[in-house]
């Protein structure tokens, strides 16, 4: 399994991006597919999740109402709409696949290469 993340950049303060993560090797279905963050220095931190057979999600309490998770299973991608960005959310982003919803970095079996998120004033 190969995941490919994608979408960041520089953006201002209150702007928007929007994550990509491709699943590639095999079907997408049955796993559940995280975003993390991680600044140097620091531990990789839960962003979100989706399950991509039932769309169950999970968020982190900072992204709440500025971040959307969601899943195109035909394309076996998962999104990451982030809107009302702050500069605390600069950070690098990674997607992560396994079999349990978690918010447990240490339980995601694959993941994708990361992509630079900056936020700027």
């Known amino acids: 399994v190969q995941l490919q993340a994608s979408g960041g950049g520089l953006v201002q303060a209150g702007g928007s991006l929007r994550l990509s993560c491709t699943i590639s090797?095999?079907?997408?279905?049955?796993?559940?597919v995280g975003w993390f963050r991680q600044v140097p220095g620091k531990e990789r931190d839960f962003v979100a999740s989706?399950?991509?057979?039932?769309?169950?999600?999970s968020y982190t309490d900072s992204v709440k109402g500025r971040f959307s998770i969601s899943r195109d299973n035909a394309k076996n991608t998962v999104y990451l709409q982030m809107n009302n960005l702050k500069l605390e959310d600069t950070a690098v982003y990674y997607c992560g696949a396994g079999l349990i919803l978690t918010n447990n970095p240490n339980v995601y079996d694959y993941w994708g290469q990361g992509t630079q998120v900056t936020v700027s004033s």
């Open positions: 090797g095999r079907t997408s279905s049955g796993y559940a």
């Open positions: 989706v399950r991509m057979t039932g769309g169950s999600t």
